[in-house]
């Protein structure tokens, strides 16, 4: 159990930490707070819950992801991943169906930890999460528009297309000075970073666009006319249940653990790569499964690590989980002290910090890239996509794996035993013999999402080591997008700690995938060889070349 569960916190304590490094902490969760209020603002009404829900959410399962986590600088909370989740759940449910849904995906995620899967969630090919976060953006983009233009609509349908179909044929209603709410705070949010980079662009437009309206006493909606009072306090909710019932809920619950531990662990990763640390998946997981069954009693919605919140973290100086508590705290207090203020902000408002979140979100660089590739990421893709934006989540993730899966074994059947190979020779010295500094490594199979991340890790190690690295890569038959960015991602960590790269035996199909991601140009024409002998050969001159230099 120790070795599944083993919290970044109290290994962390137990090493010791610097005054200097908590107090950094405790500025960064301060900062982090002031980032977090109108996001989990917002997150909680595009759910289709009331905002307080947000705020609990990210002060709840924030404290207990920080606490009991396997990173050192995760910030949970509320995030927009799981409005399209959540909204249908209440919207089918209602509130006790979504506290008795999350709580039992705390209960999977704990077993997902405790059965340390975290290691496999890697294997989830990036053509389907880019699929269903750009559809996630869409569809959060298209809730937006309603209070974006201010429109008057009672009840506005779940479903994609029903939903624009009433949005043009209230296009009359327009409401102008919401929309000019809506596009200031868009400017604000994203050219702000120009001014002042400490105070958050979302914050800095709540705060001038609130003040703005009650002063002008402008005609808009705003959190008070749309949801009422915001409670300064926290209520202790049981929810009513029969055993026959939870059947209903294991699917929303499996979609919800799924998206959860995806983005939690995808947010760990990246700023692994920020710090230059490693988490600990599986604690993680079980981190996220105890604050998803915690938070609901309390009123929170489902919970998981924010990428941008995060990052956020690692940018301003937070190193260790005290950064994270220190957020949740100071949004307890936010939550007592100035609660009452909160519900004034202006519905448009929200909205345009929602749809620069959801352009955040699209990924369309990824998207647009993938769409270049191979048929089989595309049909992923867009397969998952279309299913997120006109079906629900739960079909696109369940139908992206199925597919990745089938669309899997029918490439590897497709080479049918033909492996290329590239041009040896019995002329080929004996390379045992070479010097220290160049190193070698061979990739055997295809370079595609369940494999490239154990290759890309081995590359990286022993790269790093050396001056020259050079990758035999005749047994490899495909690349898949999601080995491409690995790849790409350790080629460029490589070259800026100058590296050399060589490749030998490419084939052609994978040639032209490289070309496509511009990876030929980042290793160089002239480090591709169709022998082995040749990567040798060109190796010492490359080696010879750099040590000339140093001299």
């Known amino acids: 159990m120790e070795h599944v569960f083993n919290p970044k916190l109290f290994t962390l304590?137990?090493?010791?930490?610097?005054?200097?490094?908590?107090?950094?902490?405790?500025?960064?969760?301060?900062?982090?707070?002031?980032?977090?209020?109108?996001?989990a603002i917002a997150f909680a009404v595009a759910s289709g819950v009331s905002p307080e829900r947000g705020i609990i959410t990210a002060i709840v399962a924030g404290f207990f992801i920080s606490l009991l986590g396997g990173s050192r600088v995760q910030i949970g909370?509320?995030?927009?991943?799981?409005?399209?989740?959540?909204?249908?759940?209440?919207?089918?449910?209602?509130?006790n169906g979504l506290i008795i849904s999350s709580i039992m995906a705390g209960i999977i995620l704990i077993v997902f930890g405790l059965l340390k899967l975290g290691g496999l969630l890697k294997y989830f090919p990036s053509s389907l999460i880019i699929g269903f976060t750009s559809g996630i953006a869409l569809v959060i983009f298209s809730t937006q528009i309603?209070?974006?233009?201010?429109?008057?609509i009672d009840q506005v349908p779940s479903e994609f297309i029903e939903k624009w179909k009433i949005y043009f044929s209230h296009m009359g209603d327009i409401n102008k000075i919401a929309v000019i709410l809506t596009v200031i705070t868009i400017l604000i949010s994203i050219f702000s970073k120009k001014i002042t980079s400490?105070?958050?662009?979302?914050?800095?437009?709540?705060?001038?666009?609130?003040?703005?309206?009650?002063?002008?006493?402008?005609?808009?909606?705003?959190?008070?006319?749309?949801?009422?009072?915001i409670p300064n306090h926290f209520n202790f909710v049981v929810p009513t249940f029969n055993f026959s019932d939870l059947g209903i809920y294991i699917g929303p619950a499996i979609t919800i653990a799924l998206l959860g531990s995806i983005e939690s662990l995808l947010s760990a990763v990246v700023s692994d790569g920020m710090i230059s640390g490693n988490h600990r998946s599986n604690t993680e997981l079980i981190a996220q499964g105890i604050a998803n069954i915690v938070t609901p009693f309390f009123g929170g919605i489902p919970a998981t690590g924010a990428i941008a919140r995060t990052a956020t973290n690692v940018n301003i100086g937070g190193r260790t989980p005290i950064a994270g508590i220190t957020h949740s705290i100071t949004l307890l207090l936010i939550m007592l002290l100035f609660g009452k203020w909160a519900k004034l902000i202006p519905?448009?408002?929200?909205?345009?910090?929602?749809?620069?979140?959801?352009?955040?979100?699209?990924?369309?660089?990824?998207?647009?890239?993938?769409?270049?590739?191979?048929?089989?990421d595309i049909i992923i893709l867009l397969s998952?996509?279309?299913?997120?934006?006109?079906?629900?989540?739960?079909?696109?993730?369940?139908?992206?794996?199925?597919?990745?899966?089938?669309?899997?074994?029918?490439?590897?059947?497709?080479?049918?035993?033909k492996i290329p190979h590239e041009i040896d020779s019995d002329l080929i010295e004996d390379y045992s013999?070479?010097?220290?500094?160049?190193?070698?490594?061979?990739?055997?199979?295809?370079?595609?999402?369940?494999?490239?991340?154990?290759?890309?890790?081995?590359?990286?190690?022993?790269?790093?080591?050396?001056?020259?690295?050079?990758?035999?890569?005749?047994?490899?038959?495909?690349?898949?997008?999601t080995g491409l960015e690995n790849l790409k991602d350790v080629a460029k960590l490589l070259k800026d700690s100058n590296v050399a790269i060589i490749l030998s035996g490419v084939n052609e199909s994978v040639l032209k995938d490289f070309e496509k991601h511009q990876l030929i140009s980042l290793i160089g024409q002239d480090n591709i060889h169709d022998s082995f002998e040749k990567a040798i050969n060109h190796s010492k001159k490359v080696l010879d070349n750099i040590s000339g230099l140093k001299k």
């Open 13 to 39: 304590l137990k090493g010791g930490l610097s005054k200097k490094q908590i107090t950094s902490d405790i500025l960064a969760g301060i900062v982090v707070a002031i980032v977090a209020l109108p996001l």
């Open 77 to 95: 909370g509320p995030t927009g991943a799981f409005i399209v989740i959540v909204y249908g759940i209440v919207e089918r449910y209602g509130i």
């Open 146 to 152: 309603k209070d974006a233009l201010g429109l008057n």
């Open 198 to 229: 400490k105070i958050p662009g979302s914050f800095i437009a709540i705060v001038i666009m609130t003040v703005g309206v009650q002063l002008f006493d402008l005609p808009v909606t705003t959190i008070e006319s749309s949801f009422g009072d």
């Open 347 to 376: 519905m448009s408002c929200l909205a345009g910090i929602l749809i620069v979140v959801s352009y955040n979100m699209s990924e369309w660089r990824s998207f647009r890239s993938i769409l270049k590739g191979s048929i089989f």
């Open 384 to 417: 998952t996509f279309i299913l997120t934006v006109l079906v629900d989540l739960t079909a696109a993730i369940e139908v992206g794996i199925v597919l990745s899966a089938l669309l899997f074994m029918k490439r590897m059947s497709d080479i049918n035993g």
């Open 433 to 481: 013999n070479l010097p220290e500094d160049i190193s070698i490594y061979e990739i055997s199979g295809p370079l595609f999402f369940a494999s490239v991340k154990e290759y890309t890790e081995v590359i990286k190690r022993i790269g790093l080591k050396s001056k020259v690295l050079i990758i035999r890569m005749r047994h490899v038959p495909f690349v898949d997008h």
